[in-house]
């Protein structure tokens, strides 16, 4: 592991988490701007991840804020689209409560030494809510396509996705913490 805690890929996650209150203030009134600062984060999000991979720059301050940066993005766009209505509450609460119980599972783990890495269910659910929450920002029709729509039938995948990653992720952790 690197010993440099600031390098490029903490950079991004720390931009993003820079990001997120300016999201939260502008999103609410002008949802397709929040789209934009929702989409420049999820690329922090995606390069971050990769670039601390592909140039071993992995920190454990990395470690621990990027789920945190993810988490608080991905809290923050469900909590806006139930208040701009454009997401059912009992989908935000799932999701949402998903989040808190695998975040305090993941820090548990670590804290003794375990590092569960995330399935591929669990990053297809990042992507699919990331696409979804953009969509359901933009919530026009493109080309005849009502990005709206497609973004309601993403967001209903990634909650059962969600779920089943989490419990998934619960197995692992209860095997790995024996």
Request: charge should be positive.
């Amino acid at each position: 592991m690197n010993t440099k805690t600031l390098n490029l890929p903490t950079s991004l996650t720390i931009l993003r988490i820079i990001i997120i209150p300016v999201f939260i203030m502008e999103a609410p009134t002008n949802p397709q701007f929040g789209a934009f600062l929702f989409f420049i984060a999820s690329v922090t999000d995606f390069l971050d991840g990769y670039l601390a991979r592909k140039f071993k720059q992995i920190t454990n301050l990395g470690i621990i804020l990027d789920p945190i940066a993810d988490k608080l993005l991905v809290i923050s766009a469900l909590i806006i689209l139930v208040d701009i209505a454009r997401v059912p509450a009992w989908i935000a609460i799932v999701i949402i409560l998903r989040e808190f119980i695998i975040t305090v599972l993941r820090f548990y783990a670590l804290s003794r030494g375990v590092v569960i890495p995330a399935e591929k269910a669990g990053k297809a659910k990042t992507v699919l809510q990331m696409i979804s929450i953009l969509l359901l920002l933009i919530a026009e029709e493109i080309y005849g396509v009502d990005l709206y729509d497609v973004g309601v039938v993403l967001i209903y995948i990634a909650t059962f996705i969600s779920v089943t990653s989490g419990i998934q992720y619960i197995v692992h952790f209860w095997r790995h913490i024996k």
